[in-house]
C-alpha cells in the first residue's frame, strides 16, 4: 500500500476567508470551491508526510501546518504587509530551517519555512 495525498482539513464558519492567505498570499490555486469547502492547491508533487511533536522547535507551540515555499524571505515580507498577525519572527533555526509562524484568517498557526541554503 502505498499513500497518494494528505489532505489537510480545517473547520471554517466562513470558507472564503481563508482566500486571502491561501490563495493571495501563498499563491495556491483554487482546485475546488463547492461554497461549502475549498481546496486549494498547486500543479507541483509535494512529498507526503505528517509531522508528530510535543513542541514545535526552538520552545515554541506545534504549529498546526507546515508550508515550505521557495522565498522565505518575500513570504514574509508579503504576511507583514498584508497585516496577518506573526507570532514568530523570522528566525534561522539551528536545524538548517529559516521560519516564521503566522496565524491564518481562521486562527491556525501556520509554519512558514524554507531550507537554509
Known amino acids: 500500500m502505498t499513500v497518494k495525498r494528505i489532505v489537510t482539513n480545517i473547520a471554517a464558519e466562513d ?6 492567505f491561501y490563495r493571495d498570499l501563498l499563491g495556491l490555486e483554487i482546485l475546488m470551491d463547492l461554497g461549502w469547502i475549498a481546496t486549494y492547491g498547486s500543479a507541483q508533487n509535494a512529498p507526503v508526510q505528517i509531522s ?4 514545535g522547535g526552538s520552545g515554541t507551540e506545534v504549529p498546526d501546518i507546515s508550508i515550505e515555499v521557495d522565498d522565505i524571505d ?6 507583514r ?10 528566525t534561522d533555526e539551528p536545524w538548517n530551517v529559516r521560519r516564521f509562524y503566522v496565524r491564518d484568517p481562521l486562527g491556525k498557526l501556520i509554519n512558514i519555512m524554507a531550507h537554509s541554503k
Open 15 to 20: 470558507v472564503t476567508a481563508a482566500h486571502s
Open 74 to 79: 518575500e513570504t514574509y515580507r508579503r504576511a
Open 81 to 90: 504587509a498584508a497585516g496577518f498577525e506573526i507570532t514568530y519572527e523570522l
Open 52 to 55: 508528530i511533536a510535543s513542541e
